[in-house]
């Protein structure tokens, strides 16, 4: 097993058919950070092309984001994960603005909150889908979020610690709500967001968007803790 380094960073990048955006992507991940590319059943050669571009290549047989997003993260060894979309909506250059407070020690979860860089970067259906469960997390935690921003940043070991169990696209949820029961510091900061390359496998069609909200509402369905034994990034373990 690879040594962690102490505030070494991973990026993970949940895949599926996104050969066109991959080498943008990984041309653009910070210097000295790696990317973690989770193939989760593509056609298009994404993983040959991930892995000629440097990055480390898992292939996640079973289908779905919050699977793909899972196997990176207990994959990864680095102190900090991060988390990025690779369909070129966002620039992972921005990721040291999104991991520097969890790099220095004043927030535990950071999320990028997505500001659509032109009219129709994000489709309207799934902006409105966003708006509705982000006033829902708002409701549920108390926390002043406004996006469930898909571009994050935590400590592996804390969010392993949370035992997150949604494989499908409940997962970004899963994992705000069970940080904020467990006292976590969250915070949001802004990040540019572009149109993406090729079609959304999620949030693309009224389909995909309606399965994602479903997936999240059964997230907030989820009886609060009565303890939590989740790790508070920081904290004595």
Same mark, same amino acid.
């Given at each position: 097993?690879?040594?962690?380094?102490?505030?070494?960073?991973?990026?993970?990048?949940?895949?599926?058919?996104?050969?066109?955006?991959?080498?943008?992507?990984?041309?653009?991940?910070?210097?000295?950070?790696?990317?973690?590319?989770?193939?989760?059943?593509?056609? !298009?050669?994404?993983?040959?092309?991930?892995?000629?571009?440097?990055?480390?290549?898992?292939?996640?047989?079973?289908?779905?984001?919050?699977?793909?997003?899972?196997?990176?993260?207990?994959?990864?060894?680095? !102190?900090?994960?991060?988390?990025?979309?690779?369909?070129?909506?966002?620039?992972?250059?921005?990721?040291?603005?999104?991991?520097?407070?969890?790099?220095?020690?004043?927030?535990?979860?950071?999320?990028?909150?997505?500001? =659509?860089?032109?009219?129709?970067?994000?489709? =309207?259906?799934?902006?409105?889908?966003?708006?509705?469960?982000?006033?829902?997390?708002?409701?549920?935690?108390?926390?002043?979020?406004?996006?469930?921003?898909?571009?994050?940043?935590?400590?592996?070991?804390?969010?392993?610690?949370?035992?997150?169990?949604?494989?499908?696209?409940?997962?970004?949820?899963?994992?705000?709500?069970?940080?904020?029961?467990?006292?976590?510091?969250?915070?949001?900061? !802004?990040?540019?967001?572009?149109?993406?390359?090729?079609?959304?496998?999620?949030?693309?069609?009224?389909?995909?968007?309606?399965?994602?909200?479903? !997936?999240?509402?059964?997230?907030?369905?989820?009886?609060?803790?009565?303890?939590?034994?989740?790790?508070?990034?920081?904290?004595?373990?």
């Amino acid at each position: 097993m690879t040594e962690t380094t102490t505030d070494s960073v991973d990026v993970v990048l949940p895949c599926l058919d996104e050969a066109e955006a991959l080498p943008w992507v990984l041309d653009r991940i910070p210097s000295g950070w790696r990317a973690i590319v989770v193939d989760n059943g593509s056609t !298009d050669g994404s993983a040959d092309i991930a892995r000629s571009r440097g990055a480390h290549v898992l292939h996640e047989p079973r289908r779905g984001f919050g699977a793909a997003c899972h196997a990176g993260l207990t994959a990864a060894t680095a !102190d900090i994960v991060c988390f990025c979309d690779c369909d070129a909506s966002l620039d992972p250059r921005l990721l040291p603005r999104v991991a520097g407070p969890v790099l220095d020690g004043s927030a535990d979860l950071v999320l990028g909150r997505r500001r =659509p860089t032109v009219i129709g970067a994000w489709p =309207p259906h799934a902006r409105l889908a966003n708006l509705e469960l982000a006033r829902l997390v708002r409701r549920r935690t108390g926390l002043p979020l406004r996006d469930l921003g898909p571009m994050r940043a935590a400590r592996r070991e804390a969010l392993l610690a949370l035992g997150l169990t949604d494989r499908r696209s409940g997962y970004p949820l899963q994992m705000v709500v069970r940080a904020a029961d467990a006292g976590w510091r969250v915070h949001e900061t !802004d990040v540019p967001y572009h149109p993406r390359t090729g079609r959304s496998k999620v949030t693309g069609t009224w389909l995909g968007t309606w399965r994602a909200v479903r !997936d999240m509402r059964a997230v907030l369905a989820e009886p609060r803790p009565t303890g939590s034994t989740a790790v508070v990034p920081g904290t004595a373990r």
